[in-house]
C-alpha cells in the first residue's frame, strides 16, 4: 500500500500551514551558497501545492519570508525577492492550470514596488480559480499582524464605532489579516527546529503541530503525505474529553 493510498480523503485538513525552513542549511550540506538552497526549495513549493491540490486540501499557507527576515544580509534579502518574484510569475502557467489562486498576507508595502505590482499581478490573474487557495505570508509575523488588529479595533472604539464590551475572539479574527480563511487545522515545521516563529500564533491555538527533521528543499510529496497520515492518527478534541468527542 502506498502512502497516498492510506489517507482518508474525507478527514483531511481544510487548512494546512507550513514554515518552510532548512534551505540555508541544506545548500551548506552541498557546499553550495545559501541562495541555491532558495532556488530548490521552490520545487518543493510546487511538488507541496501540486500534492495539496490532487488530495483535495482547501488551503495551504506558506511562510515565505518574515519581517524579522528584514534583517539578514542585504545581497540574502535581494536574492530570495528576486527569486520568489521569478518564481511566482514562472509558476502563473501551473498555478492556472491547476486551478489554484494565489493570495498574500503580511506587509508587502515594506517590498520594492516593482515586486509590489509583480504579486498584484498573479493574484488578479488566479482570482477566479477555485480549487485550492495558496496563501504565501510575505514579509509577516504574528506579532505585527496582531499589533495591527489592537490598531484597528482602538480605533473603531475612539470613533465609537465599537463598544469595548462588545469585543470578542470573532471581533479580534476578524481584523486579522487571514479573516478570510479558516484557521489551519495542520501546522508543518520542516528542518527539525521546535518553535513557531512568529507565525499565525493566534490562528494555530488548535492546530495539529507536526515536526519533521527533513530540510525543506527535500520535502516532497511523500513527506506531505506522511504528514497527512500523522493529522489523521490524532484525535482532535478542541478542549473537550474524548468521551465528548465520541457523543453523536
Known sequence: MTLIDRIDISRLPKHVAIIMDGNGRWAKKQGKERYYGHQVGVQSVKKVAEAAAELGVEYITLYAFSTENWNRP?????????????????????????????????????????????????IEKTKDNSRMTMVLALSYSSRWEITNAVKEIALKIANNELKPEDITQETISCHLNTKKYPDPDLLIRTSGE???????????????????????????????????????????????????????
Open 74 to 122: 542585504k545581497e540574502e534579502v535581494d536574492a530570495i525577492m528576486a527569486l520568489l518574484i521569478d518564481a511566482i510569475a514562472q509558476e502563473t502557467p501551473t498555478l492556472m492550470k491547476n486551478n489554484i489562486k494565489l493570495e498574500v498576507i503580511g506587509d508587502i508595502a515594506q517590498m520594492a514596488k516593482e515586486n509590489q505590482e509583480a504579486l498584484k499581478n498573479v
Open 194 to 248: 521546535y518553535r513557531i516563529s512568529n507565525y499565525l500564533l493566534w490562528q494555530i491555538a488548535y492546530s495539529e503541530l507536526y515536526f519533521t527533521n527533513t530540510l525543506w528543499p527535500e520535502f516532497d510529496k511523500e513527506s506531505f503525505y506522511e504528514a497527512i497520515i500523522d493529522f489523521q492518527s490524532r484525535e482532535r478534541r478542541f478542549g473537550k474529553t474524548s468521551e465528548q468527542v465520541c457523543i453523536k
